[in-house]
């Protein structure tokens, strides 16, 4: 990829797993009510839901992650949290008023795999209890591969898990000592295979390039080790630098540790080129996966979705998140829960649905939405019917033509693919479109680099 390019487009910009992206959600127009009201009619035009469950704690800080956590040693903290979580789903019930279809139920954290076998078996019992389900249900867990243990393997499994996603990061010595992540290869190594032996069909493992003192024969050494253990997908993605937002959590190292954007650039093609050699396929952005996989399919029958979850196999369904900062998705809304364990307990304590904020779309919001997913996840988008055509659409056509000349973008006569030689710049494209960045421009930066 040209020097030039990348100097030249790698600025701030969202990963786009909404739209309007959080920074830019309406609060003044939102209230739990309307929140209220937007899923109750997505739920009346389809009986289906996706859920996520937020399962916050971790014993450790990892120093690269930008997730909300919750560090502590105290297993005593478990117990509570389900009840809170429980009970939340009752309230959700409550509106719903019927007995929803589960298509989908990701457990995210944190570190899922802190709370004991038991314990995750109580919480998804009760969950399931209050709903239906069947064999095509996708089950899916986060684990860590230093704890996740063959019971919780087990114990999973017998509730009809069946894909589990391991976060990897990197083999270096070095850059895990930096990231506070201190993971061997063999852990790894135990923790595909012991899920493998268990019943699990999809095994995930997430790598990240950009990470300080990371370097190209970093990235050479993990993707060779990740092939011999051939895992079914893949999210190789940039590390998110954004300690403005996180904290202390992101200072474990210093700016200067980091690699430059030419640098990570040069990771992501070699790393991209050896994938696809061992047989994995490009999936939307940074995502890859083997053709026997789900995802895979999903993009062949045009079914791939995005949102707060990454890319899922599952559309059209509302999701609700449970749990501290989990946020859920009506299409027609969001929401996002509290942000704080002891704000969001003291909420479901109160039996009040423990959103804080959120934004309701309004109609070009939704037209908006559908072209940036149609990005996301195809690499193209048409506005060939009047639905799809927004009164902003020449203007956001005069700001791609510069893209098209450096030939990142292709045009038809209603419509625009994006060649492989944009797929790197897919969330500049996807810029182009988000008129409410355009309409509220920044005084800080609030997203990590786009290359």
Same mark, same amino acid.
């Given at each position: 990829?040209?020097?030039?390019?990348?100097?030249?487009?790698?600025?701030?910009?969202?990963?786009?797993?909404?739209?309007?992206?959080?920074?830019?959600?309406?609060?003044?127009?939102?209230?739990?009510?309307?929140?209220?009201?937007?899923?109750?009619?997505?739920?009346?035009?389809?009986?289906?839901?996706?859920?996520?469950?937020?399962?916050?704690?971790?014993?450790?800080?990892?120093?690269?992650?930008?997730?909300?956590?919750?560090?502590?040693?105290?297993?005593?903290?478990?117990?509570?949290?389900?009840?809170?979580? $429980?009970?939340?789903?009752?309230?959700?019930?409550?509106?719903?008023?019927?007995?929803?279809?589960?298509?989908?139920?990701?457990?995210?954290?944190? &570190?899922? &795999?802190?709370?004991?076998?038991?314990? $995750? %078996?109580?919480?998804?019992?009760?969950?399931?209890?209050?709903?239906?389900?069947?064999?095509?249900?996708?089950?899916?867990?986060?684990?860590?591969?230093?704890?996740?243990?063959?019971?919780?393997?087990?114990? $999973?499994?017998?509730?009809?898990?069946?894909?589990?996603?391991?976060?990897?990061?990197?083999?270096?010595?070095?850059?895990?000592?930096?990231?506070?992540?201190?993971?061997?290869?063999?852990?790894?190594?135990?923790?595909?295979?012991?899920?493998?032996? =268990?019943?699990? =069909?999809?095994?995930?493992?997430?790598?990240?390039?950009?990470?300080?003192?990371? &370097?190209?024969?970093?990235?050479?050494?993990?993707?060779? %080790?990740?092939?011999?253990?051939?895992?079914?997908?893949?999210?190789?993605?940039?590390?998110?630098?954004?300690?403005?937002?996180?904290?202390?959590?992101?200072?474990?190292?210093?700016?200067?540790?980091?690699?430059?954007?030419?640098?990570?650039?040069?990771?992501?093609?070699?790393?991209?080129?050896?994938?696809?050699?061992?047989?994995?396929?490009?999936?939307?952005?940074?995502?890859?996966?083997?053709?026997?996989?789900?995802?895979?399919?999903?993009?062949?029958?045009?079914?791939?979705?995005?949102?707060?979850?990454?890319?899922?196999?599952?559309?059209?369904?509302?999701?609700?998140?449970?749990?501290?900062?989990?946020?859920?998705?009506?299409?027609?809304?969001?929401?996002?829960?509290?942000?704080?364990?002891?704000?969001?307990?003291?909420?479901?304590?109160?039996?009040?649905?423990?959103?804080?904020?959120?934004?309701?779309?309004?109609?070009?919001?939704?037209?908006?939405?559908?072209?940036?997913?149609?990005?996301?996840?195809?690499?193209?988008?048409?506005?060939?019917?009047?639905?799809?055509?927004?009164?902003?659409?020449?203007?956001?056509?005069?700001?791609?033509?510069?893209?098209?000349?450096?030939?990142?973008? =292709?045009?038809?006569?209603?419509?625009?693919?994006?060649?492989?030689?944009?797929?790197?710049?897919?969330?500049?494209?996807?810029?182009?479109?988000? $008129?409410?960045?355009?309409?509220?421009?920044?005084?800080?930066?609030?997203?990590?680099?786009?290359?």
């Amino acid at each position: 990829m040209s020097y030039n390019l990348i100097s030249k487009y790698n600025v701030p910009g969202p990963r786009y797993t909404s739209y309007p992206t959080v920074p830019y959600w309406d609060e003044n127009t939102f209230s739990p009510g309307s929140w209220k009201r937007s899923l109750k009619r997505s739920f009346n035009e389809n009986k289906e839901i996706s859920l996520y469950i937020h399962l916050p704690f971790c014993e450790s800080l990892c120093t690269f992650c930008g997730c909300n956590k919750r560090i502590t040693k105290k297993h005593a903290v478990e117990t509570p949290y389900i009840e809170s979580v $429980l009970r939340e789903w009752e309230l959700y019930l409550e509106i719903l008023e019927e007995k929803p279809f589960i298509r989908e139920v990701h457990l995210g954290g944190g &570190t899922p &795999t802190f709370f004991a076998p038991e314990n $995750l %078996k109580f919480l998804l019992n009760m969950i399931f209890r209050k709903a239906e389900r069947d064999c095509k249900t996708e089950l899916s867990f986060e684990g860590h591969p230093n704890n996740t243990t063959k019971e919780h393997l087990k114990v $999973l499994a017998g509730l009809g898990f069946k894909r589990v996603s391991y976060g990897v990061q990197d083999y270096s010595e070095k850059v895990q000592k930096a990231i506070h992540r201190i993971q061997p290869f063999q852990h790894v190594k135990n923790a595909t295979e012991h899920a493998r032996e =268990t019943g699990f =069909t999809s095994v995930g493992h997430d790598i990240i390039f950009g990470l300080p003192f990371q &370097t190209k024969e970093d990235i050479i050494d993990t993707v060779e %080790k990740t092939k011999l253990l051939m895992p079914d997908r893949i999210a190789f993605y940039s590390y998110a630098h954004v300690p403005w937002i996180k904290g202390n959590g992101q200072r474990g190292f210093k700016d200067s540790d980091l690699p430059e954007a030419d640098e990570k650039r040069e990771m992501y093609e070699i790393g991209k080129q050896m994938l696809e050699d061992a047989g994995y396929v490009e999936i939307g952005m940074d995502h890859f996966a083997l053709k026997t996989d789900s995802l895979y399919k999903a993009v062949e029958e045009k079914k791939l979705h995005r949102n707060f979850m990454g890319y899922t196999t599952s559309s059209g369904a509302s999701m609700i998140g449970l749990g501290v900062s989990a946020i859920s998705d009506s299409w027609y809304g969001f929401a996002q829960n509290e942000k704080s364990v002891e704000a969001y307990q003291e909420q479901i304590a109160e039996g009040i649905i423990p959103v804080f904020r959120g934004h309701i779309l309004n109609e070009e919001d939704l037209v908006i939405r559908k072209h940036i997913l149609n990005l996301m996840c195809r690499m193209e988008t048409s506005w060939a019917t009047a639905e799809d055509y927004f009164e902003e659409l020449p203007e956001v056509l005069i700001k791609l033509r510069e893209m098209e000349a450096d030939e990142l973008v =292709t045009f038809s006569e209603n419509g625009l693919t994006i060649p492989e030689k944009g797929r790197p710049f897919v969330r500049n494209i996807c810029m182009a479109f988000d $008129l409410r960045m355009q309409a509220q421009k920044p005084n800080t930066q609030l997203f990590s680099m786009t290359v």
